[in-house]
């Protein structure tokens, strides 16, 4: 039932919720009538309280009542389950004052001045919880290293923690293309941002390397002892997998739980299974139910098999029956083998335009791969330096990729990873033989000689069928990766990668890929159905992939990008078009230019693959 159904709600606007260096944030409270005491999920955006589902979004495909804010709960699903609803904007958006500064340990301290003081109203029970996507999931692991006194569980789906790692230098490369598209959609000449703004984008760039700037913005995830569900999906690289992983494993809450799942970035999330997950777990937490959700395994994970998958609980990570599995590469073949090849061997690409591709021969009976894997690869380099690319992928007998679903909802491999060359230098004390940790705090210089790289390829889960093939990629860029490439003009400067890149092989350079080889376990079958990983959705949303669209919007020509909603406006056409197809080559994505009926004038396609 939405929540304009529900009988005389109650929907207070714009607190001032008091914070403790005398400044506010500005509150909404969405909650049922009457004097009965409930739960509160608290979330806190710099994308606005106010920007509701509907008006920003319309067409992405699920059916959310018009007090729907992207990506958070919908209060028109949770208010009927007897919780109250409190979003506030963040410091420096719209009704808050201040600074913008993303993260910041003011940033954190709003929130858990926030989550203290809905604890108090005469509403509450006392029991908060935090429930959100991508963002609203990364100001959780944050304000959850805090403690605030009456914060009860947490639900981070799909987010980072480590804002260095995860998110903005992979592997020590700057990830520019998703951040650039993210600061620009949210904050650059954007009415709701109403002060000062501490810009990443010069941060990022003047900041290559890890310091206490990126530490204050990061979780110390050793410090929550909140019960957690943390959910992550298995394609959605970049920004919502590894720090989902490595928060579960981190955390010191004694009750924990990890749902990997796969499915474009917010489908899962207000699924009615996804859904059904959040109120088992938040039911028990705050409100007292003894609905055995304290007692459910540690783990859920989506088996995949290309784009289906089959349910199946585990409990621990890595899975204690992994068998550690070295596949070593050959140079000279450009093969993938079980056993270690005699001879040496050198393989080489150009960079920063080539790759190389090595694969297994068919395999002879189904193999599952569940975990981290480390691609251990001793290189050189005729540049200064050397970036790494890595993809893992899965074939059929008849040569076609099995892919996974990406963040878009499109295809993308079944596992990456990067590494700069320069930024080889481990950590010994954080580093795991099956999961590299690079301290990422200076330069190294490449050797003449050869040297090894320790290459953290992100974890992944799917099953290659009998006869199947991996195939793994060693690229010098990621330009196929489209929005999420790596390609900042700085960062990744030609003069500095340019040349020949070598990879050796042999006795002496033992190159591999470290599986993590699952054998079966009659104990922990899974479901054994396989189902389509993506949710049916309404028509309305069928196709959509990130395209630009030049359209007739309110009166207005703006500029929109698909299932995210308005970029920019313009008070002609010509001028939407200009402005339009400049995004769309930026996008490297279609730019669709509609008629002032909403009807499609001209598909323009941008030249390049897809991932």
Same mark, same amino acid.
């Given at each position: 039932m939405?929540?304009?159904?529900?009988p005389?709600?109650?929907?207070?606007k714009?607190?001032?919720v008091?914070?403790r260096?005398?400044s506010f944030?500005?509150?909404?409270?969405?909650r049922?009538p009457g004097?009965?005491r409930?739960p509160?999920?608290?979330?806190?955006t710099?994308y606005?309280?106010?920007?509701y589902w509907?008006?920003?979004?319309?067409?992405?495909?699920?059916?959310?009542?018009?007090?729907?804010?992207?990506?958070?709960?919908?209060?028109?699903?949770?208010?009927?389950?007897?919780?109250?609803c409190?979003?506030?904007?963040?410091?420096?958006?719209?009704?808050?004052?201040?600074?913008?500064?993303?993260?910041?340990r003011t940033?954190?301290?709003?929130y858990?001045d926030?989550?203290?003081?809905?604890?108090?109203?005469?509403?509450?029970?006392?029991?908060?919880?935090?429930?959100?996507?991508s963002?609203?999931?990364i100001?959780?692991?944050k304000?959850?290293?805090?403690?605030p006194?009456h914060?009860?569980a947490?639900?981070p789906?799909?987010?980072?923690?480590d804002?260095?790692?995860?998110w903005?230098?992979?592997?020590?490369?700057?990830?520019?293309g998703?951040?650039?598209f993210?600061w620009?959609?949210?904050?650059i000449?954007?009415?709701?941002?109403?002060g000062?703004?501490v810009?990443?984008?010069?941060?990022?760039?003047r900041?290559?390397?890890?310091?206490?700037?990126y530490?204050?913005r990061?979780?110390?995830?050793?410090q929550?002892?909140?019960?957690?569900?943390?959910a992550?999906?298995?394609g959605?690289?970049?920004l919502?997998?590894?720090?989902n992983?490595?928060?579960?494993?981190q955390?010191?809450s004694?009750?924990?739980?990890?749902?990997?799942m796969?499915g474009?970035?917010?489908?899962?999330?207000?699924?009615?299974? %996804?859904?059904?997950e &959040?109120? *088992?777990f938040?039911?028990h937490w705050l409100? +007292?139910e003894?609905n055995? !959700?304290?007692?459910d395994?540690?783990?859920r994970?989506a088996i995949?098999?290309g784009?289906e998958?089959?349910?199946?609980?585990?409990?621990?990570?890595?899975?204690a029956?992994?068998?550690?599995?070295?596949?070593f590469?050959?140079?000279?073949?450009?093969?993938l083998?079980?056993?270690?090849?005699e001879?040496?061997?050198?393989?080489i690409?150009?960079?920063?335009?080539?790759?190389?591709?090595?694969?297994?021969?068919?395999?002879?009976?189904?193999?599952?791969?569940?975990?981290?894997v480390?691609l251990?690869?001793?290189?050189?380099?005729s540049?200064?330096?050397?970036?790494?690319?890595?993809?893992?992928?899965?074939? %059929?007998?008849?040569g &076609?990729? *099995?892919?996974?679903?990406?963040?878009r909802g +499109?295809?993308?491999?079944m !596992?990456?990873g990067?590494?700069r060359?320069?930024?080889r230098?481990l950590d010994?004390e954080?580093?795991?033989?099956?999961?590299?940790?690079h301290?990422h705090?200076?330069?190294?210089?490449?050797?003449?000689?050869?040297v090894?790289?320790?290459?953290?390829v992100?974890?992944?889960?799917?099953?290659l069928?009998?006869?199947h093939?991996l195939?793994?990629?060693i690229?010098?860029n990621?330009e196929?990766?489209?929005?999420?490439?790596?390609?900042?003009?700085?960062?990744r400067?030609?003069?500095?990668f340019a040349?020949?890149?070598?990879?050796?092989t042999?006795?002496e350079?033992?190159s591999y890929l470290?599986l993590?080889?699952?054998?079966?376990?009659?104990? *922990?079958p899974?479901?054994?159905?396989?189902?389509?990983?993506?949710p049916t959705?309404r028509?309305?949303?069928?196709?959509?992939?990130g395209r630009?669209?030049?359209?007739?919007?309110?009166?207005?020509?703006a500029v929109e990008?698909?299932?995210?909603?308005?970029?920019?406006r313009?008070?002609t056409?010509?001028?939407?078009?200009?402005?339009?197809?400049?995004?769309a080559r930026?996008?490297?994505?279609?730019?669709?230019?509609?008629a002032?009926?909403?009807s499609?004038?001209?598909?323009d396609s941008?030249?390049?693959?897809s991932?």
């Amino acid at each position: 039932m939405p929540v304009s159904d529900v009988p005389d709600f109650v929907f207070e606007k714009n607190i001032a919720v008091p914070t403790r260096d005398g400044s506010f944030v500005a509150a909404d409270v969405i909650r049922a009538p009457g004097e009965k005491r409930c739960p509160a999920i608290v979330t806190m955006t710099p994308y606005g309280k106010d920007v509701y589902w509907l008006e920003r979004y319309p067409d992405h495909g699920f059916d959310v009542s018009r007090y729907a804010v992207w990506e958070t709960p919908d209060p028109g699903w949770w208010v009927p389950r007897g919780y109250a609803c409190v979003r506030a904007d963040s410091r420096g958006i719209a009704n808050s004052p201040g600074t913008l500064d993303p993260l910041s340990r003011t940033d954190t301290e709003d929130y858990y001045d926030l989550i203290e003081w809905v604890a108090e109203q005469p509403w509450c029970n006392g029991k908060i919880g935090l429930l959100g996507i991508s963002f609203y999931a990364i100001v959780q692991w944050k304000v959850a290293a805090l403690k605030p006194p009456h914060l009860a569980a947490i639900v981070p789906w799909e987010g980072a923690n480590d804002l260095y790692r995860d998110w903005i230098y992979h592997g020590g490369i700057y990830g520019n293309g998703f951040i650039d598209f993210w600061w620009q959609l949210h904050f650059i000449d954007q009415p709701l941002v109403n002060g000062p703004v501490v810009d990443w984008r010069e941060e990022f760039a003047r900041r290559p390397f890890y310091d206490g700037w990126y530490r204050e913005r990061s979780a110390e995830l050793e410090q929550i002892e909140v019960p957690l569900l943390s959910a992550g999906n298995w394609g959605a690289f970049h920004l919502h997998l590894r720090g989902n992983v490595e928060g579960f494993v981190q955390a010191s809450s004694r009750h924990k739980r990890l749902l990997m799942m796969t499915g474009s970035h917010i489908d899962p999330f207000y699924t009615e299974w %996804g859904k059904a997950e &959040q109120l *088992r777990f938040l039911d028990h937490w705050l409100k +007292g139910e003894d609905n055995g !959700a304290q007692d459910d395994p540690p783990l859920r994970l989506a088996i995949r098999y290309g784009s289906e998958i089959e349910w199946r609980d585990e409990y621990e990570w890595p899975l204690a029956r992994t068998r550690w599995t070295k596949l070593f590469l050959d140079a000279s073949a450009r093969s993938l083998q079980w056993d270690a090849p005699e001879q040496p061997g050198v393989t080489i690409y150009t960079a920063p335009e080539s790759y190389v591709v090595f694969e297994t021969d068919p395999v002879a009976e189904q193999t599952e791969i569940t975990g981290p894997v480390l691609l251990r690869l001793w290189v050189s380099a005729s540049a200064e330096d050397m970036d790494v690319f890595v993809a893992l992928r899965d074939f %059929g007998p008849d040569g &076609q990729e *099995r892919p996974g679903i990406g963040p878009r909802g +499109g295809a993308v491999p079944m !596992a990456v990873g990067w590494l700069r060359a320069s930024h080889r230098e481990l950590d010994p004390e954080r580093s795991l033989p099956y999961r590299p940790y690079h301290k990422h705090d200076a330069e190294l210089p490449l050797p003449a000689e050869p040297v090894a790289l320790d290459v953290e390829v992100w974890p992944t889960c799917f099953v290659l069928e009998r006869g199947h093939t991996l195939r793994l990629e060693i690229r010098a860029n990621d330009e196929h990766m489209i929005a999420l490439r790596h390609n900042h003009e700085q960062d990744r400067a030609r003069e500095r990668f340019a040349g020949e890149n070598r990879i050796h092989t042999g006795p002496e350079h033992e190159s591999y890929l470290l599986l993590p080889v699952i054998p079966y376990d009659p104990a *922990r079958p899974g479901t054994g159905a396989r189902i389509k990983s993506a949710p049916t959705r309404r028509e309305a949303a069928a196709g959509q992939g990130g395209r630009v669209h030049t359209i007739l919007s309110g009166g207005v020509w703006a500029v929109e990008l698909e299932g995210y909603g308005e970029i920019s406006r313009h008070p002609t056409r010509d001028e939407a078009i200009v402005a339009g197809r400049e995004r769309a080559r930026r996008s490297r994505a279609d730019h669709v230019i509609h008629a002032e009926d909403g009807s499609v004038e001209e598909v323009d396609s941008p030249p390049g693959e897809s991932a």
